[in-house]
């Protein structure tokens, strides 16, 4: 059971590693009509949304912790001289870890609309704390990619993260052989049932 | 039961307190951004570039080749079709091209080597883009060079196409390049540039992902679509002659406070990128000078109201 934990615990690591360079290099190799979608997928909340739906809230609070921590060191937000923002993603990603974590422990059957629901709200929480804190800090936030502005950025976001999350749980439940695990789950909660 | 499976333990069963503690000590982090020169920032950004960069290098140039065949594959897959339209149309194109082509090669030959008279007054160096900002919010790049190739902040980047922006921080094997579109590039320090055929000065603002915004500090009288913006050398942070872009706009503009600049560089794709070694005396000289000008005039006059 330990060894079964710390597997997964790494597995996640090297899931966030791909997503960092996801999150930085994917989007300058692809072509600018796919970059206008593309741009607004946020690939570390996805896996932290993926960490949640492994039903530990502690290992998918901590995962936000060094998402946040990775995404604010490859942001201009770590930057001194020109404007700081560390520790906003931290804030974001584990306000958003809690929800979804929150719906996971309440809806117990694992799907694709619960996995929707779950990443739906973590996106929108994620945007909506990330912006009211730049605006606290007193940054003048850009017209994004596309020219869209803040409700483009969470429109488009939110839709390119559900579609991804599809396509991207499908390879991480073999990654994480989430299939053998659904089935020593149902199998013990047969033999309990049996029990009694 | 350690301390540590016991804590496990709690915050699986009610993960709200371990909430609590991290957006403490989130908010906390947060706060350490108003400490000017906090150096446990800096060298949380220095460690995670410099360890980062060999596979982001690595995995930059991989996916590069990948998509170079897989491009090449469909370039070539759609070449027999292609070339059998082209032959009809080339016999009534060919002399209207070879015409255009000598008139457009003369006029880039003529704008490259006004543009790199500047570049090359001073040494470069040429690195790669390996990875842009995670934030879609920030427009900010990093290249794989650093101090080892001799690269310091605040030096100039450019393309052959015209300026990138400067670099914000540099790592012994990265550097953080802030682009001119972000919010960020003209705070603190103007940055000044004129239009090349009149000088009117303005500061260059990040507008959004591709564009700038030029603010005039005295609205010229007639502006055209197009016209080239350059540095002009007078903010403290770039030699004078660099281009910045051209001007965007529907029509010809009557004293406009504000206009678009579309960014000469391609910054949305850029590959390889010069940065340009110039002393900070070098950059700083002018406007030194008049700033112990404006001194020493500020000077005489209080001289003299003593009097």
């Known amino acids: 059971m330990e060894k079964e934990s710390r597997v997964t615990t790494i597995k996640i690591a090297a899931c966030l590693l791909v997503a960092i360079f996801a999150q930085t290099t994917l989007n300058r190799l692809l072509p600018d009509s796919l970059e206008r979608w593309t741009g607004h997928i946020d690939w570390l909340l996805l896996i932290i949304v993926y960490a949640c739906l492994q039903r530990d809230p502690a290992r998918a609070l901590f995962t936000a912790v060094f998402a946040g921590l990775a995404f604010d060191a490859f942001s201009r937000a770590a930057t001194p001289s020109v404007a700081q923002a560390v520790g906003v993603s931290g804030f974001a990603y584990v306000l958003s870890a809690y929800v979804a974590d929150r719906i996971v422990s309440v809806i117990v059957a694992d799907n694709l609309l619960v996995r929707f629901a779950t990443v739906a709200s973590a996106s929108v929480i994620n945007i909506l704390t990330r912006y009211i804190f730049y605006k606290l800090l007193k940054f003048e936030l850009p017209v994004l990619v596309g020219g869209q502005g803040f409700a483009g950025a969470l429109i488009f976001g939110l839709v390119t993260n559900l579609i991804v999350s599809v396509l991207l749980y499908l390879v991480l439940d073999r990654f994480f052989d989430k299939g053998s695990a659904l089935r020593v789950r149902r199998s013990e909660a047969r033999r309990i049932k049996a029990r009694f | ?307």
């Open chain 2, 1 to 307: 039961m350690s301390l540590t499976d016991k804590a496990k333990d709690k915050a699986k069963k009610n993960p709200t307190w371990l909430l609590g503690v991290l957006l403490l000590l989130h908010l906390f982090v947060i706060s350490l951004n108003r400490v000017p020169g906090q150096p446990s920032l800096r060298y949380l950004q220095l460690v995670t570039m410099s360890g980062m960069m060999p596979f982001q290098w690595v995995a930059a140039r991989g996916v590069g080749a990948v998509k170079g065949v897989w491009n090449g594959y469909f370039r070539l897959h759609d070449s027999t079709a292609e070339n059998e339209r082209l032959k009809t149309e080339r016999a009534q194109l060919e002399t209207k091209i070879v015409e255009l082509r000598g008139k457009a090669q003369l006029f880039d030959q003529l704008n490259a080597l006004k543009d790199w008279q500047v570049v090359n007054a001073y040494p470069g160096v040429t690195a790669r883009v390996i990875s842009r900002d995670a934030n879609q919010w920030f427009n900010t790049v990093t290249i794989d060079q650093g101090m080892l190739a001799g690269i310091s902040k605040d030096q100039p980047v450019v393309t052959t196409d015209g300026l990138v922006g400067r670099v914000i921080l540099a790592t012994p094997l990265a550097s953080q390049v802030l682009l001119i579109t972000d919010e960020r590039h003209g705070a603190g320090a103007a940055v000044i540039a004129q239009t090349a055929d009149n000088r009117w000065l303005g500061i260059i603002e990040g507008k959004s992902q591709s564009l700038c915004a030029m603010r005039f500090i005295q609205p010229p009288e007639k502006l055209e679509n197009g016209e080239q913006v350059v540095t002009s050398g007078q903010d403290g942070l770039y030699p004078p002659g660099l281009l910045v872009g051209r001007i965007r706009s529907n029509g010809p503009l009557a004293a406009p406070q504000l206009v678009d600049i579309q960014p000469a560089a391609q910054l949305g794709k850029l590959d390889l990128v010069t940065v340009i070694q110039v002393p900070p005396e070098k950059i700083r000289g002018p406007v030194d000078d008049v700033v112990k000008e404006e001194k020493a005039k500020q000077g005489k006059a209080s001289d003299r109201k003593k009097r």
